[in-house]
């Protein structure tokens, strides 16, 4: 069972990044799926999740309108498009997913990291 992160880096203010998180090992379709980040020295909070079937997304207020979440079920894969970066979207980015019923069966990425500076 694992989640692969991928797509972070260095951009500057104002870019794109589009992050990627594939999953094996389970089945995806069954699994809400979320993103989270963590900066230094802050805790780790909720971007952006969206539900098993793809009909339900949330977002933190301090994201909304600039990142969209979204997911490939055919893929396995769940998908983070961030646009009008600002340094303070600097953090490491996790990926989570989370069964829609048993909710004890979730699972974390590695983590990418996102850098916003010029």
């Known amino acids: 069972v694992q989640l692969v992160e991928s797509g972070g880096g260095l951009v500057q203010p104002g870019g794109s990044l589009r992050l990627s998180c594939a999953a094996f090992?389970?089945?995806?379709?069954?699994?809400?799926t979320s993103w989270y980040r963590q900066a230094p020295g802050k805790e780790r909070e909720l971007v952006a999740a969206m539900t098993s079937a793809g009909g339900i997304t949330n977002y933190a207020d301090s994201v909304k309108g600039r990142f969209t979440i979204s997911r490939d079920n055919a893929k396995d894969t769940v998908y983070l498009q961030m646009n009008s970066l600002k340094p303070e979207d600097t953090a490491v980015y996790y990926c989570?997913?989370?069964?829609?019923?048993?909710?004890?069966?979730?699972?974390w990425g590695q983590g990418t990291q996102v850098t916003v500076s010029s």
């Open positions: 090992g389970f089945t995806f379709s069954n699994y809400d």
């Open positions: 989570n997913a989370q069964h829609y019923i048993w909710r004890r069966s979730s699972y």
